[in-house]
């Protein structure tokens, strides 16, 4: 696997404006003219089906797939999961999601960083958090009338004020357990300080957090907690370490192209495709990434499947709850999943030699590590959805190294609610990068292939502008 190159200073990035910057409107408005240009050449391309794209010539004609056969490391192929994704679980999961079940997550917004000060680098309203008033949750998760206004029933991003009533009813949890997850920092039996947030209304895209408070984040979780050695010296636990965090990290980025703050003059909102090309297809092995993390999370849900299906799935409304079992049973047990990709990884492969429970020990307590880190992203919004999905992955590595000697779940496993939450939250979320990225990856490479500096040129000269530099900027 090719080491990736140094990272470009990323223009897309810097047209939505870098923090604490005064904003460089003409800069910014060019910017996202020519984003919006490509967005519009791209979308308006024809894309072929699933079948006829997979279908590619093998010898780098026009319509060859860049990314054929197995998923390295896993045991089912890109254009099958494409096909898979694209049919089967997307829309399954897309459902789920929406459904009250999965979408109140629990959470400790405010935390202290445990490493450094808290340096909120958030500029945008965007990155904070709606939390949902109390009488917004499902008649089970309700605590007795709370007094608040019809007004205040509805979780309305934007108003900070808004009452939040974080009294929660322990009825809640019936049929689930509070138990310790011994991949993550110990963030969910402190209950008195945890919130619920309507994840529908707080959806993960754009929300200009970036600059030096963002960089240490990953800084710190690639260089202390996951390291990339070189692969000959790179163990197969700790690489697939390595491949988590950074098909995450690829899945972060495909979220921020895909809703991106095109122009904030006038709230424009859209895909943001060079942005995409830079952070992720630019780089072969983050898509990959990307690819792998997805399947070892089905894996894990699919491994869970008994335990899944009869987990309690009950908000007080048996018509949405009953549709949370049926979409559950069918993401866990369709058949076109089962035949096509039966097993997506191969867990039982790892952890084997000599030094199998010591190493184990060792990555645990490094992921572990990266779930505390979570508490000092300085952006509200990024800090909910790095929770999450960092949650997710915990849950995932619980359930596939929670086994006995046959490699069974063992009998006393258990999750949690907020665990199962999380788990397919994630699921879903690495379903739509894996999505986008396959519907709109070969043109969007292509485009930006042919689009040469010359057209930036073309572009700034027919509006009179200049690319920017500083001193155009100060004078
Ligand atoms: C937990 C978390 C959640 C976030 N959520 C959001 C969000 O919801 N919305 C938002 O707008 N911003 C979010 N951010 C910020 C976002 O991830 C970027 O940090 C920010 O946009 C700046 O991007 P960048 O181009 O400097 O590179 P970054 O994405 O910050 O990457 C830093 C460095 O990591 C390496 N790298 C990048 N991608 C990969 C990869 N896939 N695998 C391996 N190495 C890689 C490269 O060397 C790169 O230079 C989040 C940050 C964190 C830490």
Redesign the pocket.
């Known amino acids: 696997m090719s080491e ?1 190159p140094a ?1 470009a200073a ?1 223009s897309a ?1 810097g047209a939505g404006g870098a923090v604490r910057r005064r904003p460089r409107r003409w800069a910014a408005a060019v910017g996202a003219l020519l984003v919006a240009l490509l967005a519009v050449a791209v979308s308006s391309r024809s894309f072929p089906a699933i079948s006829s794209y997979s279908r590619g010539g093998g010898c780098g004609c026009p319509g060859a797939r860049k990314y054929t056969g197995m998923v390295e490391d896993c045991c089912c192929d890109y254009e099958t999961v494409d096909a898979i994704n694209e049919e089967v679980l997307n829309p399954i999961l897309q459902d789920l999601v929406a459904l009250p079940f999965f979408r109140y997550f629990k959470v400790k917004l405010w935390c202290d960083c445990p490493f450094w000060p808290d340096d909120g680098m958030c500029r945008l309203r965007d990155c904070s958090v709606c939390e949902c008033p109390d009488n917004e949750f499902p008649e089970p998760f309700k605590k007795p009338y709370s007094g608040l206004s019809p007004e205040n029933m509805k979780c309305q991003e934007g108003k900070p004020e808004a009452t939040v009533d974080r009294t929660l009813d322990t009825k809640v949890f019936k049929g689930w357990v509070e138990t310790d997850n011994p991949w993550t920092a110990d963030d969910e039996t402190d209950n008195g300080e945890m919130t619920y947030v309507n994840l529908q209304l707080n959806p ?7 600059g030096d408070s ?2 240490r ?2 800084d710190s979780i ?1 260089k202390e907690n996951c390291p990339k050695y070189p692969s000959e010296d790179m163990c197969q636990e700790k690489k697939a370490l390595y491949k988590l965090i ?1 098909g995450l ?2 899945s ?2 495909v ?2 192209a895909y809703d991106y703050l095109l122009d904030e003059s006038t709230n424009l909102w859209g895909h943001n495709l060079p942005l995409l090309h830079d ?2 297809l630019k780089y072969p092995e ?1 898509v990959q ?1 990307l690819y792998f993390t997805y399947l070892f999370v089905l894996r894990a849900v699919t491994k869970a499947a008994d335990y899944l299906e009869q987990a309690e799935y009950n908000t007080g409304n048996p018509e949405e709850d009953l549709k949370t079992q049926s979409l559950v049973k069918q993401l866990l047990y369709n058949h076109k999943l089962r035949s096509a990709c039966p097993l997506p990884f191969d867990e039982a492969k790892l952890w084997q030699g000599e030094k199998g429970p010591e190493l184990k020990q060792e990555i645990q307590k490094q992921f572990r590590n990266i779930s505390a880190i ?1 508490d000092c ?1 300085g ?1 509200e ?2 800090r909910l ?2 929770k999450l999905q960092v949650l997710g992955l915990g849950t995932a590595l619980k359930i596939l190294f929670s086994v006995d000697g046959e490699n069974h779940l063992n009998q006393q496993f258990q999750l949690q609610r907020n665990e199962v939450i999380a788990l397919v939250n994630l699921l879903n979320r690495l379903s739509e990068s894996v999505k986008f990225v396959h519907e709109k990856g070969s043109s969007t490479e292509e485009i930006m292939k042919q689009q040469s500096s010359s057209t930036w040129q073309k572009s700034a000269s027919k509006l009179n502008l200049k690319p920017y530099s500083a001193k155009t900027a100060e004078s």
């Open positions: 990736e990272p990323n990035a993960e895209r754009y929300t200009g957090y970036t963002a960089r984040i990953w690639y950074s990290h690829s972060i980025s979220h921020i952070r992720v983050r990434n979570m992203v952006c919004k990024c959805w790095g």
